[in-house]
C-alpha cells in the first residue's frame, strides 16, 4: 500500500471516516478495495464483520493484518464488532478484539461496551441506543472516545446531545470531550435479526444459506408492488433502499459542530464518492456538482436525506434545487 493523499486545502477541518464494509465481499475484492482506501483523502477506516459471522473470507488475523497495513499508510483504524453476538465463537472474537492493545474497537451491542469498559477509549457505534444527552452521559462514564450517532435522528437532535460548546466528557470524573461522528453516505442499516433474509429469499436454511449474499456485493433490492425500490436485504440485515446523503448539509454540520463523516462502502465508484465530500467539505467544491454526481454513483434507490431535517428517512431535499433525486413522502 502506498502512502495515503493527504488534503491541502486551508481549513480542512472534516475528518472522513469509512465504515466497515457490511456486504459479502470476496477477499479479492475486499483487498483491492483497501489498496483504494489507503490512498483515498479519508482518515478513519472502520474494519471488520459487523453482520454475518458466517462471513469467513477474512479471518481476525487477516483483518489484524490489515489493520497494520492501513495504519502505516497513516490511517487512523478502528476495529468493529459485530452487531448481534448469538453464540460462544462470536463472544470470544469479541473479547479478542476487546482484549487486542493495538486499535480501538467500535461497540455495536451492549455486550461489546461491557467488555471495553475501563481498557481504554473505543468508539460507541451507531447500534447504540443513544438518542438523548443523558444516555450519552451514561455511557460517558465507561470512557468512549468518540460516538456514532443513530440514523434516525436529525442534525439538530444530535447537536443537542451532545452540543460543541458543551460537549460530554468522557470518564466518571471528566475527561476529554466525547467527538461525534454522523452517518453521511451510504445505504442506512435499518434492522438486524436472528433470520437470514437472503437465505430465505433462496428457499434456504441460514445454516445452509449456500453464502449466497456473496452474489449480492451491495445487498439483494426489495421493490414495492409498484416497481419503487423499497428496502435492501443483506443477510439478517435490512437496509434503506436509499442512500442517505448529507453532501448538502456543510454548513448544517458547521453550527452543529459536527466535524466526523462515517461513509459506508459500496462495491462500484466509492474512490469517486470519497472525493466528492473531500472536495466539499474540505477543499471549497460545489455541493450542487458533487450531488449530481453523486446522484449518478449512488445504488439503485436514489439519494434521500430526510432524516437529517427530521422528516421521513426516505425524503430526498434536493440541493439548491438541482431537482435530483425524489421525495416520496
Not at 462470536?90 to 487486542?100: Q, V
Not at 456485493?217 to 442517505?244: K, V, W, Y
Not at 448538502?248 to 462495491?267: D, H, K, N, T, V
Request: charged letters at 20%.
Amino acid at each position: 500500500m502506498t502512502t495515503p493523499a493527504q488534503s491541502t486545502a486551508p481549513g480542512a477541518d472534516f475528518t472522513l471516516a469509512l465504515g466497515p464494509v457490511t456486504y459479502y465481499w470476496t477477499r479479492a475484492s475486499l483487498t483491492e478495495f483497501y489498496a483504494e482506501v489507503a490512498d483515498s483523502a479519508a482518515q478513519t477506516v472502520y474494519l471488520g464483520e459487523t453482520v454475518c459471522s458466517r462471513r469467513r473470507e477474512m479471518k481476525a488475523e487477516d483483518w489484524f493484518d490489515l489493520a497494520r497495513d492501513l495504519k502505516a499508510a497513516g490511517k487512523d483504524v478502528v476495529l468493529s464488532a459485530q452487531v448481534l453476538v448469538e453464540s460462544e465463537s462470536d463472544l470470544r472474537l469479541l473479547r479478542r478484539l476487546a482484549e487486542n492493545g493495538e486499535f480501538q474497537v467500535e461497540a455495536n451491542d451492549a455486550a461489546a461496551v461491557r467488555l471495553l469498559a475501563g481498557r481504554g477509549p473505543f468508539v460507541l457505534g451507531p447500534h447504540i441506543n443513544i438518542y438523548s444527552r443523558d444516555a450519552l452521559c451514561e455511557y460517558a462514564g465507561l470512557g468512549p472516545s468518540r460516538w456514532v450517532a443513530p440514523l434516525e435522528l436529525s442534525i439538530d437532535s444530535v447537536a443537542a446531545i451532545n452540543p460543541a460548546t458543551d460537549p460530554v466528557l468522557a470518564g466518571s470524573e471528566g475527561g476529554a470531550a466525547i467527538e461525534t461522528e454522523i452517518f453521511a453516505f451510504g445505504r442506512m442499516p435499518l434492522a438486524f435479526s436472528a433470520r437470514c433474509f437472503t437465505a430465505r429469499h433462496y428457499h434456504l436454511q441460514k445454516d445452509d444459506c449456500a453464502f449466497r449474499c456473496i452474489e449480492h456485493p451491495d445487498g439483494l433490492l426489495l421493490s414495492s408492488r409498484d416497481g419503487e425500490p423499497f428496502l435492501a436485504m443483506n443477510g439478517i440485515q435490512t437496509q434503506s433502499a436509499g442512500t442517505h446523503c448529507l453532501i448538502g448539509e456543510r454548513e448544517a454540520l458547521s453550527r452543529a459542530g459536527i466535524r466526523r463523516l462515517r461513509l459506508s462502502p459500496q462495491s462500484q465508484n466509492f474512490a469517486a464518492i470519497v472525493r466528492c465530500f473531500d472536495g466539499v467539505f474540505n477543499r471549497g467544491g460545489s455541493a450542487t456538482e458533487a450531488a449530481a454526481m453523486l446522484d449518478q454513483f449512488c445504488l439503485p434507490g436514489g439519494l434521500v436525506n430526510g432524516y437529517a431535517a427530521g422528516l421521513s428517512g426516505k425524503d430526498w431535499s434536493p440541493v439548491a434545487a438541482t431537482g435530483i433525486g425524489r421525495v416520496t413522502s
